[in-house]
């Protein structure tokens, strides 16, 4: 793709606010920049939103809801399943406008795309399997009916990171159960959602029912829907410190409350395992987005006799990988997404040497434009290392020894956190032990990969509450209710 080429395609992107089916500006009439981290250049400045904007895009979203949930599954089924077509069709598009907003490299970025898109045809299939129940009481005298009803109007709230495939996550089965939605995509990454709403719209899904506020100030936005009363359900993907403020919010109306929040993944290598796909599995789990996601292998413990053997071959892949603008086939590892996001991972890296970590490849930012930072692996970590109780984000492999099966274990729980692990051995029977002993809610077993529609994403502890894609990613969207009915015994004829 040319510089003009992307130019023209972010400049067609409409950069307002979405409510009620109209683009419009702030009230407040302010305006903020999206920024391409591999340039430092403003590719476009969007509507700031504000309050009152979120007051009124609250107000839609409840007056929408009662036709909205009246909507016929299938009728439902058939927008998802027509926006899913449509995303396909333009992923090399929506991948070009992922990279120039956050810096992923074109080919994740068109996965991204194909990931997103998979959530709305998902849904799609499960808009029209909305189950039930019907059983009879213990003591025969009465018919237990349950049925399942759209929560109501829900907030969505985003991260940078992923930011099509965060939004699709929560659109897909909001659309899909019958909810209306106030959507708040990350202000630093907005433009993917805006060109999602634009494909929706095309695809027939009514005024109203999805109401978009971007704003650099997010919690002038999100309190006001939050405070309002008309929020039924919050679904919130993000930092583990925003969803406590968010859950503590969601208390005064006793909102739903769906929280994909933040990881420390342990990594763990047996020494039974073929080390080079334990290699591939962690050049997926540590590099994906750069290493800036909530799945991203955190803490990389290798057993002590494979260990070096490990860490070899660990750095001779990471240090061939190409570093640059994310839009160039060629690029393997892009920029990091903000300034302050690369002075995070210096300051990680100089904590860990300070204790004694040595840096095999990598380790210092590079001069120029670009918030760059390379891919660096560290051995002999100090456990007490900062790394190792913070989401890096960022491409740096920290390696520590371990002794045992018990040792491993005890260091993958020694967090508060617990979305995602990996461990990688050729003993079934250890696998499965590991399931039952480490906490997450995700493990991938000789896989660095566990992302998946068609699979429960979601974390124990601090990582969250619920979980979104996979069967159980409708529930969160709908609510259970009972009727009960007198039972009389029928005759015996
Ligand atoms: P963040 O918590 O800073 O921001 C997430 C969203 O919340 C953004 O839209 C932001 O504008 C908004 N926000 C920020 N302050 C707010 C406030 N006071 N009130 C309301 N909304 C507010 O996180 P981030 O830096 O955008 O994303 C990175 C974090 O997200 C990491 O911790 C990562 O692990 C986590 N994450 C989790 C998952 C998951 O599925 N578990 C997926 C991706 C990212």
């Known amino acids: 793709m040319t510089t003009s080429n992307k130019r023209d395609l972010i400049a067609a992107i409409p950069t307002g606010l979405f409510i009620g089916g109209q683009w419009v500006e702030a009230q407040s009439g302010k305006r903020c920049d999206v920024i391409d981290p591999a340039t430092e250049d403003v590719i476009a400045s969007i509507a700031d939103g504000g309050a009152e904007d979120a007051e009124r895009a609250i107000e839609v979203a409840a007056a929408v809801q009662d036709s909205w949930a009246r909507t016929a599954p299938r009728a439902r089924s058939e927008i998802l399943r027509r926006a899913y077509e449509q995303m396909m069709e333009r992923q090399d598009e929506l991948a070009s406008i992922i990279t120039a907003e956050m810096g992923k490299p074109l080919a994740e ?9 998979e959530f709305f045809r998902w849904f799609s299939e499960e808009a029209v399997r909305i189950g039930g129940d019907a059983t009879v009481s213990g003591d025969g005298r009465t018919r237990i009916i349950v049925s399942k009803a759209p929560v109501g109007p829900c907030v969505l709230v985003t991260p940078w990171n992923f930011p099509l495939a965060m939004g699709t996550r929560k659109i897909g089965p909001a659309i899909a159960a019958g909810c209306t939605m106030v959507f708040k995509p990350a202000h630093l990454t907005p433009l993917s959602s805006f060109a999602l709403v634009e494909i929706l719209r095309e695809a027939g899904l009514p005024d109203g029912v999805l109401n978009v506020v971007c704003s650099s100030d997010p919690g002038s936005v999100v309190e006001p829907w939050m405070r309002s009363g008309k929020a039924r359900k919050v679904s919130f993907t993000g930092s583990t410190a925003v969803g406590v403020r968010l859950l503590e919010q969601a208390s005064q109306h006793i909102m739903r409350s769906s929280m994909e929040l933040g990881g420390n993944a342990p990594f763990i290598v047996f020494d039974d395992a073929d080390v080079d796909a334990a290699v591939d599995g962690l050049m997926i789990a540590k590099l994906r987005n750069m290493g800036e996601a909530c799945t991203a292998a955190n803490r990389i413990f290798v057993q002590r006799n494979v260990a070096d053997e490990f860490a070899r071959r660990l750095t001779e892949r990471m240090s ?28 990680l890296v100089s904590d860990a040497v300070r204790r004694g970590a040595r840096i095999l490849c990598g ?3 590079p001069e120029g434009r670009g918030y760059y930072f390379p891919p660096t692996v560290l051995v002999d970590v100090d456990p007490e290392s900062e790394l190792m109780s913070t989401e890096i984000f960022g491409p740096v492999a920290a390696v520590i020894a371990f002794d045992d099966e018990c040792d491993a274990i005890r260091l993958a729980n020694d967090t508060q956190w617990g979305l995602v692990g990996y461990a990688f051995t050729q003993d079934v029977d250890r696998a499965f032990r590991l399931q039952e002993a480490i906490e997450v809610g995700m493990l991938g077993i000789n896989t660095g990969l566990v992302s998946n529609p068609a699979a429960p994403f979601g974390g124990v502890k601090e990582s969250g509450l619920g979980r979104e894609g996979g069967r159980t990613g409708i529930e969160e969207f709908l609510e259970v209710r009972y009727l009960a009915l007198p039972r009389s015994i029928p005759a015996n004829v």
């Not at 970025?109 to 898109?117: C, L, M, S």
């Not at 086939?329 to 990091?336: E, F, K, S, V, Y």
């Not at 997404?337 to 210096?346: H, N, Q, S, W, Y």
């Open 320 to 347: 061939a990988l190409v570093v640059g603008d994310g839009i160039d086939p060629a690029t393997q590892i892009g920029p990091l997404i903000e300034p302050k996001a690369v002075e995070k991972v210096i300051s």
């Open 109 to 117: 970025a068109r996965g991204e795309v194909a990931y997103a898109a």
């Open 363 to 365: 380790g210092q930012a």
